[in-house]
Nanobody, 125 residues
Framework: QVQLVESGGGLVQAGGSLRLSCAAS????????MGWFRQAPGKEREFVAG????????VYADSAKGRFTISRDNAKNTEYLQMNRVKPEDTAVYYC??????????????????WGQGTQVTVSS
């Protein structure tokens, strides 16, 4: 089992940058495919980005391509989401998630086994 704790959320102006972190407990972080999801008020939780166990494969939602970068540091048991050129529509609670599935990261929400508590990102216009 793995416990996930997000940090780094906050208020940022449109066009600015923010970096989210997700710290994982346990000694098996490197065996999990990791992902970032987000949920805006009144909307369903949606996939943002995923990264394979080694970090060699990444997948992005169309809304994140070219602006967000997912990465991981297995030595530090930490996953990151660098958010650049943010937009008001990026406002949401951002969740990190861990999946026992290996290979190319999946965007399917139900493929992820463990979730953090979320961190709020608010982008002002």
């Amino acid at each position: 089992q793995v416990q996930l704790v997000e940090s780094g959320g906050g208020l940022v102006q449109a066009g600015g940058s923010l970096r989210l972190s997700c710290a994982a407990s346990g000694r098996t972080f490197s065996s999990y495919t990791m992902g970032w999801f987000r949920q805006a008020p009144g909307k369903e939780r949606e996939f943002v980005a995923g990264i394979s166990t080694s970090g060699g494969s990444t997948v992005y939602a169309d809304s994140a391509k070219g602006r967000f970068t997912i990465s991981r540091d297995n030595a530090k048991n930490t996953e990151y989401l660098q958010m650049n050129r943010v937009k008001p529509e990026d406002t949401a609670v951002y969740y990190c998630a861990a999946s026992r599935r290996v290979g190319v990261p999946t965007s399917r929400l139900n493929a992820y086994d463990y979730w953090g508590q979320g961190t709020q990102v608010t982008v002002s216009s």
